[in-house]
């Protein structure tokens, strides 16, 4: 992931604060290298592939056991060592446990950044993991009620193609004012209104250690 510059970090802030202008609702963005190291599933592949090299040894070869047995130390201490390759480890991740990795870490952190405690149960969380290529809103309750998860689907589906395309401030930017839009229609700024929680970007550079 390229690192965000300040500019880019000043310009998103400024997203939000004028977002969040135009209604009670709080608005935080939240944006992640990696959801998880996948440190668990690869060495959980390495090990599955070590218990398989034996077998068309010990039926179609005449090696004796104590060779085999190295060769499957071997084949697990290689894999290990492949495994400390981030990269791989992330390439052989099968897609939908990414995107169940990165889901969860998005509840996480909508818990994290105390989203879930804001008054009228306004918060919104926009949540990209760069790594998984994964992109999703939360809303809270009082949201939900209100506004149909289409709504926030389109944004996502925006804000993805922005990214993709090589527009990233431009798409959290663009992201940020719709979202405000939606919350003015439905929760519109109240008297003595105040920001509950800070209007700047939050970048996680690490991943969760699992």
């Known amino acids: 992931m390229q690192p965000f510059t300040a500019q880019d ?25 990696a959801s998880s190291r996948y440190r668990y599933f690869s060495l959980m592949c390495v090990a599955l592939l070590a218990l398989v090299v034996p077998l068309p040894l010990i039926h179609f070869t005449k090696w004796p056991i104590e060779y085999v047995y190295l060769l499957q130390l071997g084949v697990f201490g290689l894999g290990a060592l492949l495994m400390q390759w981030e990269l791989l480890r992330i390439a052989i991740t099968p ?28 918060g919104v969380l926009i949540y990209v993991s760069d790594a998984e290529r994964y992109a999703e809103v939360i809303a809270d309750d009082g949201i939900y009620q209100k506004v149909t998860p289409q709504v926030w689907d389109a944004l996502i589906a925006a804000l993805t193609a922005n990214i993709r395309s090589g527009n990233r401030t431009e798409g959290f930017v663009a992201a940020i004012e719709t979202c405000g839009a939606i919350l003015a229609e439905h929760f519109p700024p109240e008297a003595f209104d105040h920001d509950e929680l800070p209007n700047h970007l939050i970048v996680l550079d690490a991943a969760e250690p699992a």
């Open 9 to 33: 970090h000043a310009v998103i802030a400024d997203a939000i604060s004028r977002a969040e202008r135009q209604t009670s609702g709080e608005i935080v963005v939240v944006v992640a290298r």
């Open 95 to 122: 897609a939908s446990v990414k995107r169940t990795r990165a889901h969860q870490r998005a509840v996480e952190q909508f818990l994290v950044q105390n989203l879930h405690t804001t008054k009228g149960r306004t």
